[in-house]
């Protein structure tokens, strides 16, 4: 089995030392770093080569990290960017949580911070991914079989029953709860659980 591919990690930022730092260290945890020197050069490269995360500053001449962002997620909406900031633009990097960023660093800051924001960011990148995946699952169950009947289609339901079940008992039971985390409407929880036999009940604490 061929192993995995590095993450690939592009550092955006117009201080030459904060990008000496970041991609040496980020290179000895075993990423494969690229640098930018300023935004316009990050969106370039953004656009010809997929990164898994952007760490890029906030404040740079011409283009911003904000605009680093836009170009980030126009291109790859599950890339995880990071946005470094000095304490006078907080502010402006709350602002660009919500507009989608994962986190943000203040400077200075230390290596040991950017490597746990990273596997963070990586992290829930791929528990969206298979979440993604398992609600893909659930709302293309084949519709006939029952999940006693062989097969593929059966051993989908089995898989849904199973999935719908450890929601059930994550959630205590709280169907409303469970809708949420399987994104789907409670009148569309209600129906799945009815034809795959499971009750709500079952699963409430005692």
Same mark, same amino acid.
């Given at each position: ?6 993450? $690939? ?27 930018? @020197? ?24 011409r283009?911003?990290?904000l ?17 470094m ?9 709350? !602002?660009? =949580?919500?507009?989608?960023?994962? !986190? ?12 746990v ?11 969206? $991914?298979?979440? $993604?995946k =398992? ?5 293309? $169950? ?14 989908r =339901? ?5 999935? =719908?079940?450890d ?10 709860? @469970? @809708? ?27």
């Amino acid at each position: 089995m061929s192993e995995a591919p590095p993450v $690939r990690v592009l550092v955006v930022d117009d201080e030459e030392s904060v990008r000496f730092f970041l991609t040496r260290g980020l290179s000895r945890e075993g990423y494969a770093v690229e640098e930018a @020197a300023d935004g316009a050069a990050a969106i370039e490269r953004l656009s010809s080569v997929p990164f898994d995360v952007v760490l890029t500053d906030l404040v740079m001449p011409r283009v911003s990290g904000l605009d680093v962002l836009a170009a980030v997620h126009e291109l790859d909406r599950e890339a995880v960017v990071v946005l470094m900031t000095a304490h006078g633009t907080v502010e402006n990097a709350i !602002d660009a =949580l919500r507009r989608g960023a994962f !986190d943000y660093l203040t400077k200075p800051f230390e290596l040991k911070e950017v490597l746990v924001t990273v596997e963070r960011g990586l992290e829930r990148r791929s528990v969206e $991914r298979e979440n $993604r995946k =398992l609600r893909f699952l659930v709302e293309n $169950r084949p519709p006939t079989p029952s999940p006693a009947s062989g097969g593929l289609a059966g051993a989908r =339901l089995e898989f849904e029953k199973a999935y =719908l079940g450890d929601l059930l008992r994550r959630t205590r039971g709280n169907v409303t709860k @469970a @809708a949420a985390l399987a994104k789907i409407s409670r009148p569309n929880m209600h129906k799945k659980l009815r034809i795959l036999g499971l009750d709500p009940n079952a699963f409430k604490a005692g």
